[in-house]
C-alpha cells in the first residue's frame, strides 16, 4: 500500500498512514450527510483533518498512542508557516489518494473473487 507520507515540522518529522482506519476517520470528520464539506469548512480544515487523520493511521499502525486532535492542529499551524508547506501538502494528499485507489482496487478484486466462486 502506497499511503504513507511524512510531514516535517521545525526538523521534526512525523509519519503519515492512510490506510482503512485513517479513511474512515476522514470521511467521519469531512462529511455530513455523505457530502464532502469544503463551502463551508474551507480546504485548511480538510488538511488539517487529513494530517490528523493519518497520524491516527500511523499510531494504530505501530500502536503508539494516538495524538489528540488539538496538538494536531498545533503542528498543522505549525506546518503552514514552513516553507514548503504547500509541496507537503500535495504529498500528504496523493499518499491519502493513492491509498484510496488501493483500498479501491482490493475492493474491486474481492468482489470479482466472490463473482468467480458464486459461478
Given at each position: 500500500?502506497?499511503?504513507?507520507?511524512?510531514?516535517?515540522?521545525?526538523?521534526?518529522?512525523y509519519?503519515?498512514?492512510?490506510?482503512?482506519q485513517a479513511?474512515?476517520?476522514l470521511e467521519?470528520?469531512t462529511?455530513?450527510?455523505?457530502?464532502?464539506?469544503t463551502?463551508?469548512?474551507g480546504y485548511?480544515?480538510?488538511?488539517?483533518?487529513l494530517?490528523?487523520?493519518?497520524m491516527?493511521?500511523?499510531?494504530i499502525?505501530k500502536?503508539i498512542?494516538?495524538?489528540?486532535?488539538e496538538?494536531?492542529m498545533?503542528?498543522f499551524?505549525?506546518?503552514?508557516?514552513?516553507?514548503?508547506?504547500?509541496?507537503?501538502y500535495?504529498n500528504m494528499?496523493?499518499?491519502y489518494?493513492?491509498?484510496?485507489?488501493?483500498?479501491?482496487a482490493?475492493?474491486?478484486?474481492?468482489?470479482?473473487?466472490?463473482?468467480?466462486?458464486?459461478?
Open positions: 500500500m502506497n499511503g504513507i507520507a511524512e510531514v516535517t515540522i521545525n526538523g521534526t518529522s509519519a503519515l498512514k492512510f490506510g482503512m479513511v474512515a476517520a467521519d470528520r462529511t455530513k450527510g455523505g457530502l464532502l464539506i463551502s463551508t469548512e485548511s480544515k480538510f488538511l488539517s483533518d494530517m490528523y487523520c493519518g491516527y493511521g500511523n499510531s499502525r500502536d498512542a494516538i495524538v489528540p486532535y496538538e494536531v498545533d503542528l499551524e505549525e506546518l503552514s508557516m514552513q516553507p514548503d508547506a504547500a509541496e507537503q500535495a494528499t496523493k499518499a489518494f493513492a491509498s484510496i485507489e488501493d483500498l479501491r482490493k475492493k474491486e478484486a474481492i468482489a470479482e473473487t466472490d463473482k468467480k466462486k458464486a459461478k
